[in-house]
């Protein structure tokens, strides 16, 4: 009976460690940028941070959503929402059935109402582990749905990306989600809604291209990558070799296309700041 009952509890723990992105105690993870081992409780406490070099670890939708939201706060939207394999693109099909089980997600983005230190906002979260957080036709409807449900609720729209651009195996309907969603974004915008994008690692091709550099207030994590094409693919177009950095979120906040980068503990006390300070403005008339 006890050891039912224990192995009950490390079942729990276990899935209340994955929910909050944190790693089991006693483990040692090495950083993929400095090659630096050090324990699990330190990435945890630092929230997938590298102790000795500050590379920020992507981490799942949901687990940015524990970490940003007010508990207890958090509203899913469009649970179920899911892409279909609309050109039966080989192995596609089994491939998003093998993922729904591994990371419990629809499809690559979470989006949801929540409210951070009381500020009530609508948020969309991409994630890389799911097909590289590509947008295909799901994705691209959450987006433009939330962004609907932020207009409609007059609240302001906050989306986290992290994508490597727009899905393949969707082939054109995937590209369309570039047009829909920056329409969707336009006319939230043109109707005083306030639009935060915040650009994680890595935000790359369709979705830098469309969404994701749309925001009235641009922000992103240390580090980030933040491209349409890779630096291979320019260089072999321009015929240029390209500046260190290239493409990094410091780089990108030097020439003007990002307003402040934000470290990961960051995150909530700047949001908060920010919804605080356009609290007056509720966001646009009813879409
Ligand atoms: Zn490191």
Redesign the pocket.
């Known amino acids: 009976m006890n050891r039912l009952f224990e192995q009950r509890r490390a079942r729990m723990l276990t899935y209340q460690a994955m929910r909050e992105g944190r790693l089991p105690a006693g483990r040692q993870l090495q950083?993929?940028?400095?090659?630096?081992e050090?324990a699990a409780q330190r990435w945890n406490a630092l929230r997938m941070v590298?102790?000795?070099?500050?590379?920020h670890r992507p981490v799942g939708a949901y687990t940015r959503l524990w970490q940003i939201l007010d508990p207890g706060s958090f509203r899913e939207l469009d649970a179920g929402l899911g892409s279909t394999d609309p050109l039966h693109f080989p192995g596609y099909g089994a491939k998003l059935k093998e993922l729904r089980k591994k990371t419990g997600m629809g499809d690559a983005a979470v989006s949801a109402l929540g409210s951070i230190e009381g500020h009530r906002a609508v948020f969309v979260v991409l994630d890389s582990r799911f097909l590289m957080g590509s947008m295909g036709t799901a994705v691209g409807e959450k987006v433009t749905r939330a962004t609907q449900q932020a207009g409609r609720r007059r609240l302001p729209l906050i989306i986290f990306a992290a994508s490597g651009g727009a899905r393949m195996q969707e082939g054109i309907f995937s590209l369309m989600q570039m047009a829909k969603t920056a329409a969707a974004i336009d006319r939230f915008q043109k109707r005083g809604g306030l639009y935060i994008s915040c650009l994680t690692h890595p935000t790359t091709g369709g979705v830098t291209a469309s969404f994701a550099s749309l925001g009235d207030i641009m922000l992103a994590e240390p580090g980030a990558l933040i491209g349409f094409a890779g630096p291979r693919v320019i260089e072999q177009t321009i015929g240029e070799k390209l500046p260190e950095g290239f493409q990094s979120a410091e780089a990108l906040l030097q020439n003007g296309f990002l307003d402040q980068i934000v470290p990961r503990d960051r995150w909530r006390a700047v949001l908060s700041q920010v919804l605080l300070l356009h609290e007056g403005k509720k966001g646009g008339a009813a879409l």
């Open positions: 950083c993929p940028k400095c090659g630096g050090s590298c102790p000795l070099c500050g590379y």
